[in-house]
């Protein structure tokens, strides 16, 4: 009877989701190289168990890794210009949740703020991740996939500082007076359907590109600029651990997880790949390939481990 539970247990162990899917949880390294604190925010999706942490300060220089589960979904931001009140309030300038606290828990940035969304063993298996000033800019950007895999598995973001550059009826300046700390997008500033893709403009047909999205668009050609802007600028990957860095040098050196050589990469220029669309996204729906490969042989192993503990 021993031996039977120890297999049963066994069983269980190598038929578990986690051990036959063949997947690896996912990590990302948040670095700041703003020349100040960065309070970076964590959103994860709905249904999906959030992270231990969803908010945290990183100082000048600073690096934290996080280990996401398989098949995670969500988005980081960073908030700036924050404090805490005699009372204990914390608070942002830029990218607030307006909890009061330091954790998000399960609350999002107000806009305006800079978004780097992700959908994890998505469709065919893949990373679906892409960078977002939909809801406005407060902060540059860079998320760099390490060792992962596909045609379009690439950087992406927004290494541009937009807060000087930006439309003087879109700027969000700092209470002290010291220039612009955030950029709106058209949509919060003007609440227009036009600019929200909303009513009459709700669809890919209607919904175009503005003279406000093109200051964006123009300045970070690998970012979402609007609602509709889905041509370009979702990548993909396999396999992949991601590196997400505030305040990314506008030429960047970044050099592989796997062990290859640096690729010195020009931000503010398209890519050859960027023009592929892939369709369902976000659909986390469709399980990876190689699952049903990976049932088989789970199940060819405790096939094994049976009769071998039969023959002892």
């Not at 942490?53 to 908030?79: A, D, M, V």
């Not at 209470?175 to 036009?194: H, L, M, N, R, Y």
Request: aromatic share 10%; charged share 10%.
């Amino acid at each position: 009877m021993a031996r039977l539970t120890s297999f049963v247990s066994i069983c269980v162990l190598i038929l578990s989701p986690s051990f036959i899917s063949g997947l690896q949880a996912t990590t990302f390294i948040i670095v700041n190289k703003c020349e100040y604190v960065v309070w970076p925010g964590i959103l994860t999706n709905a249904g999906v168990p959030p992270l231990p942490t969803t908010g945290f300060i990183l100082q000048r220089g600073e690096t934290k890794t996080i280990t996401t589960p398989i098949s995670w979904g969500g988005r980081f931001w960073g908030r700036t210009h924050c404090s805490q009140d005699s009372t204990g309030k914390f608070s942002c300038l830029t990218g607030d949740i307006g909890s009061g606290e330091l954790e998000c828990c399960g609350n999002g940035a107000a806009p305006p703020a800079t978004l780097a969304e992700f959908t994890l063993d998505g469709a065919g298996g893949l990373d679906f991740f892409y960078v977002s000033l939909v809801d406005g800019y407060n902060i540059p950007m860079l998320v760099v996939p390490q060792g992962g895999t596909g045609p379009n598995c690439t950087y992406t973001g927004c290494a541009v500082d937009l807060n000087d550059s930006c439309p003087s009826d879109l700027k969000v300046m700092s209470t002290d007076g010291g220039g612009g700390v955030a950029c709106k997008s058209a949509c919060e500033a003007f609440g227009q359907p036009q600019y929200c893709c909303s009513g009459a403009y709700a669809t890919p047909d209607t919904c175009k590109p503005t003279s406000y999205s093109k200051v964006f668009k123009t300045a970070c050609p690998l970012a979402y600029s609007y609602a509709y802007d889905d041509k370009t600028n979702t990548f993909t990957c396999a396999n992949a651990d991601y590196t997400i860095t505030f305040c990314p040098s506008p030429n960047t050196s970044q050099k592989s997880s796997t062990g290859q050589n640096a690729e010195t990469t020009t931000l503010t220029s398209p890519l050859e790949n960027s023009t592929m669309v892939y369709e369902g996204a976000l659909d986390g729906s469709v399980a990876s390939p190689s699952s049903r490969t990976d049932v088989f042989v789970g199940i060819t192993m405790v096939m094994a481990f049976w009769w071998s503990w039969q023959l002892f």
